[in-house]
Nanobody
Framework: QVQVVESGGGLVQAGGSLRLSCTASGGIFSIMCWYRQTPGKQRELVAAISSRDSTNYADSVKGRFTISRGNGKYTIHLQMSRLKAEDTDIYYC?????????WGQGTQVTVSS
């Protein structure tokens, strides 16, 4: 059974930092991703990391966010720095497996200006 569990998030002032973590289990994942979504809007890809540690970022977060692997093979982190009010969103971890995409429960990030 595939499980995706996120942690981190919370409330931070603009210019501050937060770190999100995600652990996936129950499969072999060649890529893991972070998305974010405002209710009523389309989910947006924030960052992705492959099994070979190649990374990809949305233009809006380049230079501010860093995706990396943790101690576990399927544990990833999203270090978010120089946060802006427009980074406020629900952040979701995604672990695609075959034709399916598995999602975490989401974690709220709120940046106060």
């Amino acid at each position: 059974q595939v499980q995706v569990v996120e942690s981190g998030g919370g409330l931070v002032q603009a210019g501050g930092s937060l770190r999100l973590s995600c652990t996936a289990s129950g499969g072999i994942f060649s890529i893991m991703c972070w998305y974010r979504q405002t209710p009523g809007k389309q989910r947006e890809l924030v960052a992705a990391i492959s099994s070979r540690d190649s990374t990809n970022y949305a233009d809006s977060v380049k230079g501010r966010f860093t995706i990396s692997r943790g101690n576990g093979k399927y544990t990833i982190h999203l270090q978010m720095s120089r946060l802006k009010a427009e980074d406020t969103d629900i952040y979701y971890c995604s672990a695609p497996l075959g034709s399916r995409e598995y999602w975490g429960q989401g974690t709220q990030v709120t940046v106060s200006s």
